[in-house]
């Protein structure tokens, strides 16, 4: 069950993705992130109490703690990627985002099998692969770039530790922590910076899908982590832009390099060594 929790965060992570990016396109960032998680917190606080067994405040804050991390991540990202390259942000920023939790779960007791290290190994290999774009291949990063993408990385890396340390009696309560703070953030920098919420008429339903699809992928990465190894989680769930780049094949044609192409084979293949080992 734990594989298809995390494996079900990472389908809907990258359906999300799409949904979200392609909502960029047609009105701002801050109105997709603001309205996106206050539809998820609505979501979440009709799911809580309906799935926990008891309410646990520590939990909760630790929610919050996560959520403020994952926005330091989710800032650095966006800044990154609008600075760009893509093809070095990405990759960078989703490596280090998984390889992290490896280094934590390990360092904390976490044993792996032979099989589970090759797994992570290829895994780590695979999201480079996939997540790299083929237009901007062979342009060069400042330091700077590489620095902010490494911290963004780090970011979401806190995010998974720290919801790890949650227990499975309280879920999902530690995720409506979390969407209350994001909503909170988000919605007093729109207000500081005078910034419109409601996103335009043409990207609604894409806001809604990606609020949805993004609350329940984290409701599964805690049913997740709450049942198995920090470690092996991270990577199954960062495997997710895989995802996101098929949808964007079958849905928008776009073009898949050879590279992503060899991404996506070895995603599976690394997929069989962890479920397997």
Known sequence: M???????????????DFLGGRATQRTSILSVLATSHLIGLVLILVMAPLMAERFDGG??????AASGFGLLGLGLLYRGLARGPMAVVAPVTA??????????????????????VTGIILGLVSIVLVSRTPAEASVSASPR?????????VGFAAFYIVIAGTGAASAPWPIVGSRVLSVAV????????GRPVRPESGSIRLVVGAGLFDTVANVAVLAALNRGMLSLVSVLVSLYPGVTVLLARVTLKERISTTQVAGLVGALASIVLMVSG
Not at 145 to 153: M, P, Q, T, V
């Open 59 to 64: 939990d909760f804050a630790l929610g919050m």
């Open 95 to 116: 490596v280090t985002c998984a390889a992290l939790p490896v280094l934590w779960g390990v360092a904390f007791g976490e044993e792996l099998s032979g099989r589970h």
């Open 186 to 193: 988000t919605l007093a920098v729109a207000i500081a910076l």
């Open 145 to 153: 770039l590489i620095a902010e993408s490494l911290l963004a990385g």
């Open 2 to 16: 734990v594989a298809f929790y995390a494996l079900l965060a990472a389908v809907l992570f990258g359906s999300g």
